[in-house]
């Protein structure tokens, strides 16, 4: 045998050469390619991720927070709307239910309200006429309707079944603004826009969730801790917090 088979061909080195340093850029370039999809892949993940906690805040935000200003507990009108709205905006609420009628009596003129709802219009706070019926004979003072309000509340839960659906039936009927009902009733068959359940105490967990808006009462709260808490759980767990009410909040100054 011819001792040639047996050495390489300068020519055949060249060749096996050229092939191994392309077989390696080949293996570089397919494992930078990978590693670029890789990280456009973690990046996706994370901007997905960045997005859904945004959408989230931004659900916990758009809750109605209210502030409930119950005109028994202390009485609020021109001389002193200023201050409810500045602790308003300051406790971080987005709308109030200004008590307006009591027991049968509308406690304010239409142009006493409708510079109410200008005022609160002007520090981005929503505001709806709360009404607070005692008894069957009392009858929604429809004047209100043209006052500017984003809603009227319906505060009866002292009225039997049937005397409340009428009411609210009245308020359907005749009103184009949103309706809202505050009841201690969680089983309560009206559907307004928002159906407050007055949940006050941590006892009434279990009849905070989605559908309705829960509610901390100032007074049934032992501290600012315990505030803080009740107010947290009643806005992750439900569609927003009435906080009852204005006077309480002060007083207790949380």
């Known amino acids: 045998m011819s001792r040639r088979k047996g050495r390489n061909s300068p020519t055949r080195s060249?060749?096996?050469?050229?092939?191994?340093?392309?077989?390696?850029?080949?293996?570089?370039?397919g494992y930078l390619l990978v590693?670029?999809?890789?990280?456009?892949?973690?990046?996706?993940?994370?901007?997905?991720?960045?997005q859904q906690t945004s959408a989230s805040a931004t659900g916990?935000?758009?809750?109605?927070?209210?502030?409930?200003?119950?005109q028994g507990n202390g009485a609020v009108n021109g001389s002193n709307f200023v201050e409810l709205l500045d602790t308003a905006t300051s406790h971080g609420f987005n709308t109030i239910f200004f008590q307006?009628?009591?027991?049968?009596?509308?406690?304010?003129?239409?142009?006493?309200?409708?510079?109410?709802?200008?005022?609160?219009?002007?520090?981005?706070?929503?505001?709806?006429?709360a009404l607070y019926f005692t008894n069957t004979t009392q009858t929604i003072p429809s004047s209100i309707y043209a006052d500017g309000e984003d809603g009227v509340n319906l505060d009866m839960s002292t009225l039997p079944i049937g005397a409340q659906t009428a009411l609210f039936n009245e308020l359907s009927s005749t009103y184009t603004?949103?309706?809202?009902?505050?009841?201690t009733d969680p089983t309560l068959p009206l559907k307004p826009?928002?159906?407050?359940?007055?949940?006050?105490?941590?006892?009434?967990?279990?009849?905070?969730?989605?559908?309705?808006?829960?509610?901390?009462?100032?007074?049934?709260t032992s501290s600012r801790q315990d505030f803080d808490q009740q107010f947290q759980y009643a806005l992750d767990n439900s569609d927003g917090v009435m906080v009852f009410d204005y006077a309480?909040?002060?007083?207790?100054?949380?």
């Open 14 to 29: 060249r060749v096996r050469y050229y092939l191994v340093g392309g077989i390696a850029v080949a293996a570089i370039i």
């Open 248 to 254: 309480g909040l002060v007083k207790a100054g949380y």
């Open 100 to 129: 307006v009628y009591r027991s049968g009596t509308l406690l304010f003129t239409d142009s006493s309200l409708s510079q109410f709802v200008a005022s609160a219009h002007g520090q981005g706070l929503k505001i709806y006429f």
């Open 60 to 70: 916990t935000a758009s809750k109605p927070i209210i502030l409930y200003v119950n």
């Open 193 to 220: 826009n928002l159906l407050i359940v007055e949940t006050y105490g941590s006892g009434n967990d279990q009849y905070i969730h989605p559908g309705i808006i829960a509610s901390v009462g100032v007074f049934a």
């Open 177 to 183: 603004g949103r309706s809202a009902i505050t009841t």
């Open 35 to 50: 590693s670029a999809a890789a990280q456009g892949q973690g990046g996706t993940a994370r901007t997905t991720t960045t």
